[in-house]
């Protein structure tokens, strides 16, 4: 990936730091999407340059707001002349009951989960054409198997994985597209999971204990330089809890 270069959306924490940080060691320049957390954008495109000088750069969007994606990509080709990998890693999580769903709650999951990787991806097409590059979008395993109390979010999710499979047909041959779904790898900061549910999830994974981030991020490192011959295609990284669900 030496030279290339890669937009990571939701960048500053959590999971997409790890993600930028893993990629990032392969040689290739990041593109740091953030909404609202500039300082911690700042903080981790700081740590990057002091590893590779010139090699990150931060870009601040609002993903709901469509009419700003296209802006998004061209910033990117400004700062380093050309686009070779999406990650679409930004991501809204929190539970709807069935009877209390309203639409801002659909605005900001489908938004957040679909509508913006979908529009994000459109607007970057022609520029991972022209790199034969490719795309990895951050699913959830509960895409194919709902989580009570989360039907919008996993309906999103589920959306998303369609849309993977889509776009591998319509961006061929030129861009390969895949997911990667995560399984008990970070809990909501929100804190939804308490410490029995949170026993109760590992307990139903076949290797008896969570993941970590860098486990997801070794996931997209590898679809993005070492898959060349694999597209339309999601990689569960869950411990195994889907096949013991």
């Not at 069935?98 to 097409?125: E, H, M, R, V, Y």
């Not at 039907?151 to 998303?160: D, E, I, M, Q, T």
């Not at 109760?200 to 898959?227: E, F, K, M, S």
Request: glycine share 6%; hydrophobic share 50%; charged share 15%.
């Amino acid at each position: 990936m030496s030279g290339k270069t890669i937009l990571v959306t939701g960048a500053a924490r959590r999971l997409g730091s790890v993600i930028a940080r893993e990629m990032h060691a392969t040689g290739a320049n990041l593109v740091l999407h953030y909404r609202q957390a500039s300082a911690a954008a700042a903080a981790l495109a700081s740590e990057l340059n002091a590893i590779r000088p010139s090699s990150a750069a931060c870009l601040q969007a609002d993903l709901l707001d469509v009419d700003a994606l296209p802006l998004l990509v061209a910033n990117t080709i400004a700062q380093f002349g050309r686009l070779d990998a999406l990650v679409n890693n930004a991501s809204s999580f929190f539970p709807t009951p069935l009877g209390k769903i309203d639409l801002a709650s659909w605005d900001d999951l489908i938004g957040s989960n679909l509508k913006a990787p979908l529009f994000l991806t459109q607007a970057a097409a022609p520029h991972l054409v022209a790199t034969q590059g490719a795309v990895v979008n951050i699913t959830d395993i509960h895409a194919e198997r709902p989580l009570s109390g989360y039907p919008l979010y996993c309906a999103a999710k589920a959306g998303l994985l369609g849309l993977t499979r889509a776009l591998a047909i319509e961006m061929a041959p030129q861009v390969r597209v895949n997911a990667v779904a995560p399984g008990p790898i970070l809990w909501s900061d929100s804190e939804v999971f308490d410490s029995a549910a949170r026993e109760n999830i590992v307990a139903h994974t076949l290797l008896q204990r969570a993941g970590c981030p860098r486990d997801i991020a070794c996931a997209v490192r590898y679809l993005l330089d070492d898959a060349d011959y694999i597209t339309g295609q999601v990689i569960n990284v869950d411990g195994g809890r889907t096949a013991h669900l």
